[in-house]
């Protein structure tokens, strides 16, 4: 099975930059992905990493190390709206084809 | 990008009745589709994977029974609850990925939040 750990809950502040973490364990690796959920709302996708590095897009980064099963989503210029779910899913290619599975989430909070 | 819809949006029912959801892919054609749940404050759980064609296969255990999967056509899939219960209020949310298997996008519904009383 898959093993996905993030914290629970995290705080920031509006203008500054916050690390949002995860570390996985899984057979048959192939992705890792970062989904934003506000409360109610389906995920929305935010980035994609299945090589080790860095991924830039705009005020969002993902950084991915295989070796460690790690990975981090970086936010920057945090702003109010910010605040919601971040889903941190690592996908999987089983014989069926493949599968995501989601970790707990991580509450950011941003705050004035 | 590509869109999935779901209807309905918000249904309440009694315990007992069957619920049935569907999920559509607007403009693309989905030969998977995922149905996940997801419980208050909790995240995503995979219930199954819908196939097109061909039965759908669950995540252990979700009971199939209940739970009913019909993926007939490359765009639509359903999921039936039956005989639900309140236990069965969640939120439901299905997904499909767009291309082959490696392709790295998966689009999400926008949900369907299901109350039993």
């Given amino acids: ?13 509006e203008g500054a930059i916050v690390q949002i973490n995860c570390t996985y364990q899984t057979s048959g690796f192939n992705g890792l992905f970062w989904y934003q959920q506000h409360a109610g709302e389906a995920p929305t996708f935010l980035s994609y990493n299945v090589l080790d590095g860095l991924e830039e897009k705009g005020r969002f ?8 099963g790690y990975s981090y989503l970086l936010l920057k210029e945090l702003q109010m709206k910010d605040s919601a779910s971040y889903l941190c899913a690592v996908r999987v290619l089983t014989g069926g084809g493949n599968k995501l599975t989601f970790g707990t989430g991580t509450q950011l909070k941003v705050e004035l | 990008g590509a869109v999935v819809s779901q209807h309905p949006s918000r249904v ?14 607007l403009d693309f054609q989905a030969t998977t589709m995922f149905w996940y749940r997801q419980f208050p404050k909790q995240s995503l759980m995979l219930m199954a994977t819908s196939n097109e064609g061909s039965k759908a296969t669950y995540e252990q255990g979700v009971e199939k029974d209940k739970f009913l999967i019909n993926h007939a056509s490359l765009t639509l899939s359903t999921l ?18 767009t291309g082959t298997a490696f392709d790295n996008t998966q689009y999400f ?8 009383l």
């Fill in chain 1, 1 to 13: 099975g898959q093993n996905i750990d993030q914290p629970t809950e995290m705080t920031a502040t």
């Fill in chain 1, 61 to 68: 980064s993902s950084f991915l190390s295989r070796s460690k």
């Fill in chain 2, 12 to 25: 309440i029912c009694k315990s007992g009745t069957s619920v049935k959801i569907e999920c559509r892919s």
């Fill in chain 2, 80 to 97: 039936t609850v039956t005989s639900a219960h309140p236990e069965d209020s969640s939120f439901y949310i299905c997904s499909a990925p």
């Fill in chain 2, 109 to 116: 519904g926008p949900g369907t939040r299901l109350t039993v």
